[in-house]
C-alpha cells in the first residue's frame, strides 16, 4: 500500500509573498481534483495560521534576520567563546567551517612540533638497532647514519605556517560574529555567503568540513527558534504537517532541491 505524500512548500531567501501552495513547485493535497488540477484556494484554508504571516517562506531560509547567541558546543570540536551571536544561521554556518578547520589546523600543528622535538632530543639506538638487524640479512648500500637521517626524514615536521594559517581561520570566523565593528557580521546573511571564501580551503579541510556541516546547521537553527519563541516559532509551527524544502541556486548551474528536515524536526519539538 502506497503511501500518501505530504504537502509541500518551497523556499529560499527570495521566495515571492505567495499564499501557501501557491508558491513554484508548491504542492498542497497533492491529490487532483477530478482532474481540474491543485485547487488554489486549498492553501489558505489548511494553513490560514501562515497565509496571515508576511514573508514566511523567508524566514524559513538560512538568511532570515533573527538574531540569535549559538556557541555550538554540541557540534564542535571547540566551541566559540560564550556569548557568541549571530545575525542570521549564514552567520554562524559559515564561521563554524572556519572556526573547526582552524583549530584543527592548530591540533595538527601541535601534535607534529611535539612529535618533531621528541625526534630531535632521541639517541636513535633503536633505529641503530634495526638497522643492525637488517645489516645481518642482506648487504647495505647506505650508512648508519643514512639511514637514521631517512628514518627522521621520514617523521611529521612542523610546518612554519600552520600556526598564522591556524590563527586567520579562526579570527575570519570571529568576524561572522554579531560584534561592534564586524563589518561581515552586522550584514545580511547574503554577505555572510560571499565572504564564505575570505579563506580558501584545502581539499581535505572542505571535506572534512562536510562531515559535521549538516549537523551545526541543525544545532545553529536549534538555537535561533529557541530564542525566538514569539515570532519564528509560531510562523514554523504553522508550516505543519508539510514538507520544508530549499531550493538552491547559483548562477550558470541547475537550481535544485535540498530537504530542511531538521527544521521539521525543530517544529516537532512545539507542536
Not at 493535497?29 to 514573508?55: H, N, Q, T
Request: charged share 25%.
Amino acid at each position: 500500500m502506497a503511501t500518501e505524500p505530504m504537502d509541500r512548500f518551497v523556499f529560499y531567501s527570495k521566495s515571492a509573498d505567495a499564499s501557501p501552495g501557491e508558491g513554484v513547485n508548491e504542492m498542497i493535497d497533492w491529490e487532483k481534483d477530478k482532474g481540474k488540477g491543485k485547487d488554489k484556494g486549498k492553501g489558505k484554508v489548511k494553513y490560514a495560521a501562515l497565509a496571515r504571516i508576511p514573508g514566511w517562506r523567508k524566514m524559513l531560509s538560512n538568511f532570515d534576520v533573527a538574531p540569535f547567541v549559538w556557541t555550538g558546543e554540541d557540534v564542535l570540536p571547540v566551541p566559540f567563546p560564550a556569548g557568541s551571536a549571530w545575525n542570521t544561521i549564514e552567520h554562524a554556518f559559515q564561521a563554524a567551517k572556519f572556526w573547526s578547520t582552524g583549530h584543527y589546523k592548530a591540533e595538527a600543528n601541535a601534535e607534529a612540533n611535539a612529535e618533531a622535538n621528541a625526534w630531535a632530543s632521541k639517541d636513535y639506538s633503536e633505529e641503530k638497532g634495526q638497522y643492525n638487524d637488517y645489516s645481518n640479512i642482506a648487504a647495505r648500500g647506505d650508512s648508519i647514519d643514512d639511514y637514521v637521517e631517512a628514518k627522521i626524514a621520514a617523521k611529521p615536521k612542523a610546518k612554519p605556517k600552520a600556526k598564522a594559517e591556524a590563527n586567520d581561520l579562526l579570527q575570519a570566523a570571529l568576524s561572522f560574529t554579531l560584534a561592534p565593528g564586524n563589518r561581515i557580521g552586522n550584514g545580511l546573511g547574503q554577505d555572510a555567503q560571499r565572504a564564505r571564501k575570505c579563506v580558501i580551503l584545502q581539499s581535505e579541510e572542505l571535506l572534512r568540513w562536510t562531515e559535521i556541516s549538516n549537523q551545526v546547521m541543525a544545532s545553529a537553527a536549534r538555537a535561533k527558534y529557541a530564542q525566538h519563541l514569539d515570532d519564528r516559532v509560531p510562523m514554523l509551527v504553522a508550516t505543519a504537517p508539510a514538507q520544508l524544502m530549499h531550493l538552491v541556486t547559483e548562477r550558470g548551474k541547475q537550481s535544485f532541491f535540498v530537504h530542511f528536515a531538521h527544521l521539521e524536526a525543530i517544529r516537532g519539538l512545539y507542536l
